[in-house]
């Protein structure tokens, strides 16, 4: 017999009250993003392991490929008691909320038997082969070559910023199969790529704050199953797109989960309380100030936009504004606050992860320079403005 | 930190929907232009209407011959006039049958307030020479005479003088504020100066008061007078954030239409990101201004939650409208310089709202002072 949601909510709050780990004696990775140390990267594959085998993730997905046969109102009970306790990430994002959907949406029956309870167990890692070192903001005219070679696809090239690309088993892989097609988004195939056969090769990256987390990939002769095509050959845009649509949360049917800690930036108010700059209290100062409320005002225009979205009837001149403008909104408010905490710590703002003197153990600068894979990743800022300026406001294309 | 949420009413929508209709139709802008150019400065036909429609009865109790819905309704009026630039007295006889409402005897509200739903137009004056926006910074007072007072100082910004019937003044009576209502017939037309706007759609009077004589009755309920000036503040605020708001999305949608028009190079200038970034960054702050301002509209009267929307909305719409309109003046090239470009009329329009009430600046100090 189903639980009903308020009992499964009753339960998922006591399960992860009890379960939660605290107090680590390692830094955990603020978002799935960051997962760079071995050390990392088993806790929170053992703690996803944990959450599944609980029933807490999947929750919703169907029961014949891994699920828990539940609904999504279940699901988003679980979800919540995590974000509640402040539980360590589920880190397999790509699979849980990218390939996973995918696959149950438009996979085979032998894609969903194959790969859904890996993606949940956390036994397959998944990662995403879409940029290229040439070919960024300009995805379309990934260059990356599959070439079909009986029942086999062999892959040449390079795909780079491969979050988990150190650990995956699984790549969602945009390539070229056909060089020659009318435009370069028609000559692009969407395939599922096992990462460890012969030929694929992954080197690590180091981020601007120091840590490890995404890596560059380089496909020499790599021959891989063809049975990973999604859809057919030159569909691979259009499946990418469909792809997009569930990293920005605009199409359901994830797995659950967080996959980034969630801290306000309002915490800043706790910072800016005890703060003094050359031994004046912060909340003195009047420009200080007014910046402050800029903050709060950005933050609850933010939720506002998003509630309003949810109720057409004040959203009816242009309804797919404000989702088109929500990712450039929050990824430079967060940007921005994190770097205006940097501005609040006078000069033990020069200290960083690490030093025992560091306000917030490096927190903030952690928070600032980590802030940029949001604003260039996914669609850097300035692609958002092109987007939301031809897609909202019908302005001409930029040739 | 929760600041509050968002919602609607059905009466709230259906306000919305009448009023883009109305003002679309009654509010082109050859029409704006033609009217601004000289006499009332409102269709008053249109006027007429919008009585006739029951707009005036919006947020007037039923008690007193209104349809006793709240500001909340009356919020998707004031920025679909805005949108269309109709100039009318409808914000001022709003604000004075607020200022009734929160700061009235019964007997005056039993008096005036029905006639206000039916479309008989009043006005407030309230500001002075000082150009403070604390109702209470005021020095024209009321001075006992027979059986009334003698009025003394001067007033400005009185908005749509030559419409209204009342004006609802501030003064010193006994050396505290007060409010007294001023019937229209009893101010000498000397007494009244036209001031010349910065935003040439709407009209305001300088008025001198010196001389100007009311019966007893007319001093409102003095034990309510900061109530009704807390009242007055925020109400304004809310309907200057609507109308701002308003305006603020034409601005962007004329400064779109000539980006996708213009053409230099070969190329429709829109599609340079110079201007194409800009003209989306104003539109980001519009979708923000709209979202704080019906959070506004939805907790108008919550305290404490009612305050703190109403002054993140009048200052994101002041800084939106700004900024959206500066950028289209610049964006409409040589064209933006001249008087013809509408790009003028939305920044004119936004300068006047920022001086009335509080600006972005003391809104959001107010806003530290409440949440640090």
């Known amino acids: 017999m189903t639980a009903s949601v308020e009992d499964f909510a009753k339960e998922a709050d006591a399960w992860f009250a009890e379960n939660t780990p605290k107090n680590l004696d390692f830094m955990l990775p603020l978002t799935f993003m960051e997962v760079g140390t071995d050390q990392q990267f088993d806790f929170l594959r053992d703690w996803q392991r944990k959450v599944y085998e609980a029933g807490y993730l999947g929750a919703a997905w169907p029961v014949e490929y891994g699920g828990g046969g539940l609904t999504q109102a279940h699901q988003d009970a679980a979800t919540a008691a995590m974000k509640k306790y402040n539980a360590p990430i589920m880190f397999n994002t790509i699979g849980l909320g990218w390939a996973g959907p995918l696959i149950l949406d438009i996979g085979t029956e032998e894609m969903k038997h194959k790969y859904i309870k890996g993606i949940l167990s956390a036994d397959d890692v998944w990662c995403q082969g879409f940029s290229e070192p040439e070919n960024g903001s300009d995805l379309g005219n990934a260059q990356l070559r599959a070439v079909r070679d009986g029942d086999e696809y062999v892959l040449n090239g390079s795909k780079i910023w491969t979050t988990h690309g150190h650990y995956a088993k699984y790549m969602i892989l945009l390539a070229r199969t056909d060089p020659n097609a009318p435009n370069k988004y028609a000559g692009l195939s969407f395939i599922l790529t096992p990462m460890t056969v012969p030929g694929i090769e992954t080197v690590k990256i180091r981020k601007l704050t120091g840590e490890h987390g995404f890596t560059q990939t380089f496909f020499t002769d790599a021959r891989i199953p063809a049975d990973g095509l999604m859809g057919r050959e030159g569909d691979g845009w259009k499946v990418a797109m469909q792809t997009l649509m569930y990293e920005r949360n605009a199409k359901g049917g994830q797995a659950g989960g967080i996959s980034i800690t969630e801290i306000d930036p309002l915490e800043i108010m706790t910072l800016a309380r005890e703060a003094t700059i050359d031994g004046q209290p912060v909340l003195d100062d009047p420009v200080i100030r007014e910046k402050l409320v800029d903050f709060m005002m950005e933050s609850h225009a933010f939720k506002m936009n998003a509630a309003r979205a949810k109720l057409p009837p004040l959203n009816q001149d242009c309804p797919q504004a404000i989702p088109l403008m929500s990712k450039i909104i929050h990824t430079e408010y967060t940007r921005k606050i994190n770097e205006f905490a940097l501005s609040l710590q006078g000069s033990r703002a020069a200290y960083y992860v690490g030093e025992d003197n560091a306000v917030d153990d490096g927190y903030w600068h952690r928070g600032y320079l980590n802030a940029f894979s949001a604003t260039i990743g996914g669609g850097t800022s300035q692609i958002q403005r092109n987007i939301i300026g031809e897609h909202a406001l019908g302005l001409p294309k930029t040739r | ?372």
């Open chain 2, 1 to 372: 930190m929760d600041f509050g949420h968002i919602g609607f009413t059905e009466e709230q929508i259906d306000m919305l929907g009448v009023a883009e209709n109305f003002c679309r139709e009654k509010s082109p802008i050859e029409k704006v232009r033609k009217l601004m150019e000289g006499g009332t400065g409102y269709d008053e036909s249109v006027w007429k209407e919008m009585g006739d429609l029951g707009w005036l009865a919006i947020a007037i109790p039923e008690e007193f011959g209104g349809v006793g819905l709240s500001m909340t309704e009356v919020v998707p009026v004031a920025e679909q006039l805005g949108r269309y630039m109709l100039n009318s007295p409808f914000i001022s006889a709003t604000l004075a049958a607020q200022a009734l409402i929160a700061g009235g005897t019964k007997e005056q509200m039993s008096s005036l307030l029905p006639k206000i739903a039916q479309g008989t137009a009043a006005t407030l004056a309230l500001s002075e020479k000082n150009g403070a926006w604390d109702l209470s910074n005021i020095e024209a007072a009321a001075t006992p005479s027979g059986e009334g007072y003698m009025l003394s100082g001067t007033k400005v910004f009185v908005m749509d003088l030559e419409a209204a019937d009342w004006v609802i003044t501030s003064v010193l009576l006994d050396g505290k504020p007060a409010l007294v209502i001023i019937p229209k017939n009893g101010i000498p037309e000397s007494a009244a100066r036209r001031e010349k706007l910065i935003d040439e759609t709407k009209r305001s009077h300088e008025v001198t008061l010196d001389g100007i004589s009311i019966a007893a009755s007319a001093v409102m309920d003095t034990g309510k007078t900061k109530t009704a000036f807390d009242h007055i503040h925020l109400a304004a605020n809310l309907l200057g954030a609507a109308e701002l708001t308003g305006s603020c999305q034409s601005c962007i949608d004329y400064t779109v239409e000539y980006l996708n028009t213009r053409k230099q190079f070969g190329k429709l200038i829109g599609s340079f990101q110079a201007l194409k970034h800009p003209t989306v960054d104003a539109f980001i702050d519009y979708q923000k201004s709209r979202s704080l301002l019906y959070a506004a509209a939805y907790s108008f009267g919550k305290q404490g939650e009612g305050e703190i929307a109403i002054r993140m909305a009048k200052a994101q719409a002041d800084q939106a409208a700004s900024f959206a309109a500066d950028r289209s003046i610049q964006f409409h090239g040589g064209f933006g310089f001249t008087y013809d470009c509408d790009a003028q009329l939305y920044r004119r329009r936004a300068i006047f709202h920022a001086s009335q009430y509080g600006d972005a600046r003391y809104h959001k100090k107010k806003l530290a002072d409440l949440l640090l």
